[in-house]
C-alpha cells in the first residue's frame, strides 16, 4: 500500500477513482479484492484503512502460524 500511495501522490491531478480502479485491477484475486467488490470504497482513505485492516490481520495469521510451528533443535 505505501508503494501505491507514494506512486498516487506523485500524480498530479489523478482522480481518487482512477487511482482506485488501477489499484483493484491489479491485486490479485484474494479475499481483500473479494471485499472490495463487496463494498467499494468511496474515497481513497477508506480503502488505505480497509487495506490496512486486511494487512493486520495478515501479520496475526502469520504471527500465530509461528507460535504454532514446532521449533526444531539445531
Known amino acids: ?10 500524480i498530479p491531478n489523478l482522480h481518487p477513482a482512477v487511482a482506485m480502479h ?5 491485486l490479485r484475486p484474494a479475499l481483500f479484492l473479494n471485499t472490495l467488490y463487496a463494498e467499494p470504497p468511496s474515497n481513497m482513505d477508506e480503502l488505505r484503512a480497509h487495506a490496512a485492516k486486511y494487512i493486520a490481520i495478515g501479520k ?15
Open 60 to 74: 496475526k495469521i502469520e504471527a500465530s502460524k509461528r507460535a504454532e510451528a514446532p521449533s526444531v533443535p539445531p
Open 1 to 10: 500500500m505505501s508503494h501505491f500511495t507514494k506512486a498516487f501522490l506523485n
Open 22 to 26: 488501477a489499484l483493484t485491477v491489479e
